[in-house]
């Protein structure tokens, strides 16, 4: 009996032809993370400043971190699909927490710094080399309760797609 085995036959997972991307559980889970706090953004942008900013839909800082969203329900989809021992898991943990810290800390300062500096440049004379330097990009960053309210967004997203796929 010569059987002949390639390399599809030895994966240990190997996706039938059943199978498709939409039905990734990790992959699903983060985009859609990701998607659902980005639109929020349109409406805590609206409670906090009485106008709506479509501009929110794509643009980086604000209420809730659509970055700590996506990491955590990645790492959540991971835990619940792989289990909490997996490589996998301690991997997408440590990004989290990478990408939490980074929102929170440097980024969230960068952005205070471009604030200062953009009041600076507001200040100089017309004639100074720098009076028409386009202004910096101060919504960079989250503050802890923007980071926090993200990570809770992506691990209750990433459960309830786990519920429904």
């Given amino acids: 009996m010569d059987e002949v085995l390639t390399a599809k036959d030895m994966l240990p997972n190997s996706p039938s ?9 990790p992959l699903v889970s983060a985009f859609l993370a990701f998607s659902i706090a980005q639109f ?13 900013d ?12 659509s970055h700590s969203a996506t990491v955590t329900a990645l790492a959540m989809a991971i835990g619940l699909q792989e ?5 996998s898991f301690a ?6 927490l990478v990408v939490m810290y980074d929102a929170s800390g440097v ?20 004639e100074h080399p720098l009076s028409t330097v386009r202004p910096l990009r101060e919504l960079l960053g989250h503050t802890p309760l923007q980071v926090c ?8 997203v990433s459960y309830l797609v786990r519920n429904s796929l």
Avoid at 54 to 65: I, K, N, T
Avoid at 91 to 96: C, G, P, Q, T
């Fill in 107 to 126: 980024r969230l300062h960068a952005g205070r710094q471009a604030e200062v500096l953009n009041q600076i440049v507001c200040e100089f004379p017309p």
């Fill in 17 to 25: 032809s059943s199978s498709s991307i939409g039905r990734n559980l």
């Fill in 83 to 87: 289990g909490s021992d997996s490589s």
């Fill in 40 to 52: 929020l953004k349109l409406f805590t942008t609206w409670f906090k400043e009485k106008r709506w």
């Fill in 149 to 156: 309210a993200g990570a809770v967004l992506g691990a209750v």
């Fill in 91 to 96: 991997l997408a943990v440590i990004l989290a």
């Fill in 54 to 65: 479509s501009r929110r839909l794509f643009g980086s800082g604000g209420m809730p971190s």
